[in-house]
């Protein structure tokens, strides 16, 4: 027991957004900015907006209408939206260099780039009717962020924009919601050109990350452990990790061992001079009930929505007994697929049912050093994955 706490706490210790750079005195100045910040010091233009979902969450959106190679055009470019992960933010696809960041990459490459944010990160922490102090604000799992919060955002790029379509990139969670919103609206799938997936995650029934022990504890034993509002981290760890470790010379191995816990390691294709960007920035955060939906996964194996925990609860919500099952052979989006040899949290045997389930798979690439976190940081990522994805948008530019 004691092990399974140290792991979810070490999972959270890394704090949330600008949680410990107090005392780590970062050198890169991204690592205090906020996105539109980060996106201004690179010399690209940024536009900032709040999107609000049906049951009241206010998302912080951000875009990057056009790069610094060819800003001389402002005609209407084809839309490209970027949706980052479990326990991440907008930050992920602009954390590097502008020759190794998604959205950068793809700005430069002629696209109107969207980031999104997830309700309850860093960016996405207000409901016009709940107090972020409620347990009522934080009664949400990714079922709600496919539902509400990728229906309203996509809505509104793309009466911003005037387009009719766009494309939609996914990391780990962000595809998720992707494969629940797209196979459940038929609707909005029809208004996404391609769906492009990095380190997919549908089922983690053979998950080797440590994450999936959290699926150990019971679900009432997992509210009193963790709450019933914000992930946030155990204190001490925090402070361990943060004062008596982290700032020691072993920092950089230390803290990507930390950051890398539930995903897996690659050292060698890690920038560890932007180590202090990764880490001031992540994780940006979540609901407790979202981590217990990832260990009810975990346990069950399945893809389907939040268990309630007792058949009224599930009537009540689902109007069945059971929480209902979500169908991937509905989702009919063309899809791009890329996986990692070395990820823990998307293993090969997930992927393979994933991808048999699928109806519409345009590509696969298997990295076989590649773990979970390598798609969005990797120093190779560009020549491995990003490259290809621009190649690909750029068949379909209409």
Not at 50 to 69: A, H, S
Not at 145 to 166: N, R, V
């Amino acid at each position: 027991m004691w092990l399974l706490l140290t792991v979810a706490s070490l999972i959270s210790a890394l704090g949330t957004t600008h949680g410990f750079f107090g005392h780590l005195n970062p050198e890169s100045p991204e690592a205090t900015m906020n996105v539109s910040q980060m996106i201004s010091y690179w010399g690209y233009p940024s536009e900032e907006y709040e999107v609000v979902t049906k049951d009241g969450y206010i998302l912080e959106i951000y875009r990057i209408p056009y790069g610094k190679k060819n800003a001389e055009y402002r005609g209407q470019r084809p839309v490209v939206f970027l949706q980052h992960g479990l326990l991440a933010s907008a930050t992920n696809w602009i954390a590097n260099l502008p020759n190794n960041s998604l959205g950068f990459l793809l700005a430069d490459a002629g696209y109107d780039v969207w980031l999104g944010n997830s309700r309850g990160n860093t960016w996405a922490r207000r409901n016009i009717y709940y107090s972020t102090d409620s347990a009522e604000f934080w009664a949400f799992s990714f079922d709600e962020m496919a539902k509400y919060d990728i229906p309203a955002t996509l809505d509104f790029i793309l009466k911003k924009t005037g387009q009719e379509k766009l494309h939609y990139v996914g990391h780990s969670q962000g595809t998720t919601i992707g494969f629940i919103a797209f196979s459940t609206n038929p609707n909005l799938a029809k208004r996404i050109k391609a769906f492009y997936a990095l380190a997919p995650v549908a089922t983690v029934k053979y998950s080797e990350s440590p994450l999936r022990k959290l699926s150990i504890i019971p679900s009432f034993l997992f509210k009193i452990i963790f709450g019933d509002k914000a992930f946030y981290p155990h204190r001490y760890f925090y402070d361990v990790l943060a004062t008596d470790l982290c700032s020691q010379d072993i920092l950089e191995a230390l803290c990507s061992n930390a950051l890398f816990l539930i995903c897996g390691f690659d050292h060698k294709n890690l920038n560890t001079s932007r180590l202090d960007v990764y880490l001031s920035h992540n994780p940006a955060g979540t609901s407790v009930q979202n981590m217990l939906h990832w260990s009810q996964a975990a346990k069950s194996g399945k893809f389907q929505a939040f268990n309630w925990r007792n058949p009224v609860q599930n009537i009540m919500h689902y109007h069945q007994p059971t929480p209902p099952e979500y169908h991937l052979t509905n989702m009919n989006v063309p899809i791009a697929v890329w996986t990692g040899g070395n990820d823990w949290l998307t293993v090969p045997h997930d992927v393979d049912l994933l991808l048999s389930k699928l109806p519409n798979v345009i590509y696969h690439k298997k990295i076989p050093i590649y773990n979970h976190l390598d798609f969005i940081w990797a120093m190779d990522a560009p020549r491995e994955v990003y490259n290809e994805i621009i190649s690909m948008m750029g068949k379909d530019k209409n």
